[in-house]
T-cell receptor
Framework: GAGVSQTPSNKVTEKGKYVELRCDPI?????LYWYRQSLGQGPEFLIY????????DSGLPNDRFFAVRPEGSVSTLKIQRTERGDSAVYLC???????????????FGPGTRLTVL | AQSVAQPEDQVNVAEGNPLTVKCTYS??????LFWYVQYPNRGLQFLLK??????LVKGSYGFEAEFNKSQTSFHLKKPSALVSDSALYFC?????????????FGSGTRLQVQP
């Protein structure tokens, strides 16, 4: 079956510009996560959605970062006034239930490589 | 705060030999523990997880991991390494008792299996 997909696979932008990164989770998965992976590091948590609502946005680095999931499926990560330090691979993941007690594994997409010049 | 330590940046092993990739964690209460593998230009792939119960967990591709609560460790093992196992391995933890679902990852260990 289809896995998590992310578009675009690569995005090059200039400092100060606005970007949107899209994630299509596995069909039927209620939980969706965004992570950011810098070179040589493990992924760092950004935000978690349960259905349409952001259940935990404690990982968003500042108010330039925002994410939505209006219909409980596709999600968009939005970055305003991009900075060179935002350059990284942005990973999306989904899990079936996302309930605290379930211990569901998260299934990751291939990522979007963002480069801010 | 929760954290994961993978003390080895790289592990080298000869094909056919057993391999171990080390992971220790820190979390409030009881953990959920995961291992993921990342191949070049591909996403993270789930290998195995510990939720509760038996401390020895078996996963994909012949990998297994042992949960040790007293040592707060979750080392990844395989009895006989393959060249195709060469990849980047990440250990991750989430806190079962607090309900926080975010995974905290280690910095990764590169496994190199020599033919």
């Amino acid at each position: 079956g289809a896995g998590v997909s992310q578009t675009p696979s690569n995005k090059v932008t200039e400092k100060g510009k606005y970007v949107e990164l899209r994630c299509d989770p596995i069909s039927g998965h209620t939980a969706l996560y965004w992570y950011r992976q810098s070179l040589g590091q493990g992924p760092e948590f950004l935000i978690y959605f349960q259905g349409t609502g952001a259940a935990d946005d404690s990982g968003l680095p500042n108010d330039r970062f925002f994410a939505v999931r209006p219909e409980g499926s596709v999600s968009t990560l939005k970055i305003q006034r991009t900075e060179r330090g935002d350059s990284a691979v942005y990973l999306c993941a989904s899990s079936l239930k996302g309930l605290a007690a379930s211990g569901d594994e998260q299934f990751f997409g291939p990522g979007t490589r963002l480069t801010v010049l | 705060a929760q954290s994961v330590a993978q003390p080895e940046d790289q592990v080298n092993v000869a094909e056919g030999n057993p391999l171990t990739v080390k992971c220790t964690y820190s979390v409030s209460g009881n953990p959920y523990l995961f291992w993921y593998v990342q191949y070049p230009n591909r996403g993270l792939q789930f290998l195995l997880k510990y939720i509760t119960g038996d401390n020895l967990v078996k996963g994909s591709y012949g990998f297994e991991a042992e949960f040790n609560k007293s040592q707060t460790s979750f080392h990844l093992k395989k009895p006989s390494a393959l060249v195709s196992d060469s990849a980047l391995y990440f250990c991750a933890v989430s806190a079962r008792d607090t309900g926080r679902r975010a995974l905290t990852f280690g910095s990764g260990t590169r496994l190199q299996v020599q033919p």
